[in-house]
Structures are given as structure tokens and as C-alpha cells.
């Protein structure tokens, strides 16, 4: 079980630029944070949780929802357990809580594969 930590949420204009960090500690016995795949997800207001990036163990292989693609890059540093979403040219409907997960061996854009969840970070996007 490992415990996610998100911090770097705010209150930006339009076109401005975010960048979340998420910390992970306590990972399960006889696995390390670079045994997981990650994820980041968000939950607009009166919405369901939606995909956003994944990124592989390694860091070699990533995936984007379509309308972040070009603006978010997903990245991990595993000698640090983090992982990071930098967000650029923001937009007001990026506005939601934001949520790192843990995944499996491999990338997933499905919720279903992510078996820990942070307690998320708020971010507002105004126009």
C-alpha cells in the first residue's frame, strides 16, 4: 500500500501554468515506487473522474487524455517517489481537484487500475 501526497493545486489565470507534484511513501513490502505505473486524474464539479496522464515504472511511456495533449506533460523522478503533472496554457475547463494514483506494471487510463489513491489538489483556472 503506498500513501500519495499531492501538493502544488491554486488559483491561476487562463494560459497560466501549474505544476503538481504528487510524493508517494510506504510502498508494500518488497516493492519500491518505481514498481508502479502512475496516474493522474480529475474531477470537475458535478462530474465523474476522468483520465488525465499515466506515465510508465521507467518514465519511458506516457499517455494523455486528448484535451491536455500538448499543454500537461506527466513525469516521475523515482529516486524522489514523486511524480509530477506540469500543466501549461491552462484553460478554465482544466478547473477540478486533481488526484495521483498508483497503477500497475503497466499504463491504464481506466480508474480501475489504480488501487491508491491521493487525497487530491484543487486547481481553478479563471477566465
Do not use: H
Not at 487524455?65 to 500538448?70: E, F, N, Q
Amino acid at each position: 500500500q503506498v500513501q500519495l501526497a499531492e501538493s502544488g493545486g491554486g488559483l491561476v489565470q487562463a494560459g497560466g501554468s501549474l505544476r503538481l507534484s504528487c510524493t508517494a511513501s510506504g510502498p508494500d513490502s518488497g516493492r519500491t515506487f518505481s514498481d508502479y505505473a502512475m496516474g493522474w486524474f480529475r474531477q470537475a464539479p458535478a462530474k465523474g473522474r476522468e483520465f488525465v496522464a499515466a506515465i510508465s515504472r521507467s518514465g519511458g511511456s506516457t499517455s494523455y487524455r486528448g484535451s491536455v495533449r500538448g499543454r500537461f506533460s506527466i513525469s516521475r523522478d523515482n529516486a524522489k517517489n514523486a511524480v509530477y503533472l506540469q500543466m501549461d496554457s491552462l484553460k478554465p475547463e482544466d478547473t477540478a481537484i486533481y488526484y495521483c494514483a498508483v497503477g500497475k506494471e503497466v499504463v491504464s487510463t481506466s480508474a480501475n487500475d489504480f488501487g491508491s489513491w491521493g487525497q487530491g489538489t484543487k486547481v481553478t483556472v479563471s477566465s
